[in-house]
C-alpha cells in the first residue's frame, strides 16, 4: 500500500492533520488503536481566552480561536453534525483579590473580560461570597462526536488501520518510509503522551500531566454558560449533564481514576453547588504537555520524512486546527512553521 503521508494517532491532532490533508486530497493512513484513555477523548473541549491569576490572554488566542472555530464549523457542514456551542465562562471569584485583578483588567479595555450586570442572578444554583465576571467570547467543542465521527468517514475511505503502532516495525529511509506493508513519503507522529517515548523524539522536553474529570447529572441547573470556581463545570451536549474538571498533577503513578480527586471534586461541589447532583462517572487521563508550554510542530532535523505534531497541553482544542493547518501546509506548500511551535527549536538536542 502507497499513500503520501502516515499519520501516527487520532487524537485531536492526528484528527485535524488528516482532516487538512484530506481537503488538500492527499492520500494518507492513520494507525490508531481507539485507546478510549486518551486525553482528547476526556477533555471537555472548553476554549477559554483567558488563563492564570492575572487573566492574561491565552499564547496566540486572538489568531487560533477565530482559526479554530471555523474549521469546527466547517467540519459541522462536512460531516452534518453539532459540534460548537458557544458558552461565555461565568468566573466566581474566589476571594477580593482576584476580583480586584479583574476589574483592574476590566479597566484595560480587555477584550474578553466583562462585567456581569446581575451578581445575584446565580445565586439560585451557587454559592458565591465575592461576585462573578464573565469571559467571552468562549467555547465547548463537542470533541468525542468529533473524534467519533471522523474515524468512521475514515474508515468509508479505508485510511485508517485500527491497531497499535510498533515502532520497531517501522523503517526510515532517506526519500521515504516503510511500515509492515506501507510505503510513505513522510511519517508524522501525532502520538499524545507515547511521544515521551518515541525514540525520534523522546529528547524533547516533554511535562506530561494527569487530568482527571467527574460527568455529573444536574437536572436543575441552567446550561447556558461554563462556570469556574476552582473547578470548571461546563454543560455537555447531553441535557443536564455535566463535565467538572480539571486539575493538574505532575506527579502521578498511573492514568486512572483517583479517590482523591474524587474527593476534592466533590467537596468542592457540596460547597459551590446548591442543586442536588449525580457522579454518572469518573474518568482520567495524561496530556502531553511541554515545559515551554509550546506545541512540537514540524521535522526532525536529521531524518527530513519523519515529523511530529503534539504537545499541544491543555489548549488543544484550540491550538490544533491552527498548527495542523500550519503542518499540512507545510508539506504541500512548503509554508513555514511558526518559530515558538517548529521542532527546529530543539535542533541541538534532536541532533544527539
Known amino acids: 500500500m502507497q499513500v503520501d503521508y502516515l499519520i501516527v494517532g487520532q487524537g485531536i491532532c492526528g484528527t485535524m492533520l488528516s482532516w487538512f490533508l484530506h481537503k488538500e486530497e492527499k492520500t494518507f493512513l492513520v494507525i490508531d488503536d481507539n485507546n478510549e484513555n486518551s486525553s482528547s477523548k476526556i477533555a471537555a473541549g472548553i476554549i477559554n481566552p483567558v488563563t492564570g491569576r492575572r487573566y492574561a490572554y491565552t499564547w496566540m488566542i486572538d489568531e487560533v480561536m477565530p482559526f479554530a472555530i471555523q474549521c469546527y464549523e466547517e467540519v459541522e457542514k462536512n460531516l452534518g453534525l453539532k459540534l460548537v456551542y458557544p458558552k461565555s465562562i461565568i468566573d466566581f471569584f474566589p476571594s477580593p483579590q482576584m476580583r480586584n485583578a479583574f476589574i483592574d483588567r476590566l479597566n484595560e479595555n480587555d477584550t474578553y473580560l466583562h462585567s456581569y450586570p446581575d451578581q445575584n442572578h446565580f445565586n439560585p444554583y451557587f454559592n458565591y461570597d465575592f461576585g462573578c465576571g464573565e469571559i467571552r467570547p468562549s467555547y465547548t467543542i463537542h470533541l468525542q462526536l468529533l473524534l467519533s465521527s471522523w474515524r468512521k468517514k475514515l474508515m468509508e475511505l479505508n485510511s485508517i488501520k485500527e491497531e497499535k503502532f510498533d515502532v520497531n516495525e517501522l523503517k526510515v529511509e532517506e526519500d521515504h518510509i516503510s511500515y509492515q506493508n506501507i510505503t510513505a513519503q513522510k511519517i508524522i507522529f501525532c502520538d499524545g503522551t507515547d511521544g515521551v517515548n518515541n525514540p525520534w523524539f523522546q529528547l524533547l522536553p516533554y511535562a506530561p500531566n494527569k487530568g482527571e474529570a467527574l460527568i455529573i447529572e444536574c437536572n436543575e441547573l441552567t446550561n447556558d454558560h461554563i462556570f469556574k470556581k476552582g473547578l470548571m463545570?461546563?454543560?455537555?451536549?447531553?441535557?443536564?449533564?455535566?463535565?467538572?474538571?480539571?486539575?493538574?498533577?505532575?506527579?502521578?503513578?498511573?492514568?486512572?481514576p483517583s479517590q482523591q480527586f474524587y474527593q476534592h471534586a466533590t467537596t468542592v461541589l457540596n460547597g459551590w453547588l446548591k442543586k442536588p447532583y449525580k457522579v454518572l462517572s469518573h474518568k482520567a487521563a495524561v496530556r502531553p504537555a511541554t515545559l515551554e508550554r509550546r506545541p512540537f510542530v514540524g521535522f526532525h532535523p536529521q531524518f527530513q520524512n519523519v515529523g511530529i505534531l503534539n504537545g499541544m497541553g491543555t489548549k488543544g482544542t484550540s491550538l490544533a486546527p491552527f498548527f495542523a493547518n500550519q503542518l499540512a501546509q507545510h508539506l504541500v506548500y512548503n509554508f513555514p512553521i511558526s518559530p515558538e511551535a517548529n521542532v527546529h527549536r530543539f535542533t541541538r538536542i534532536l541532533s544527539k
Not at 463545570?233 to 486512572?256: I, K, R
Open 233 to 256: 463545570l461546563a454543560p455537555l451536549p447531553e441535557e443536564n449533564l455535566y463535565w467538572v474538571g480539571s486539575n493538574y498533577q505532575w506527579e502521578f503513578e498511573n492514568d486512572q
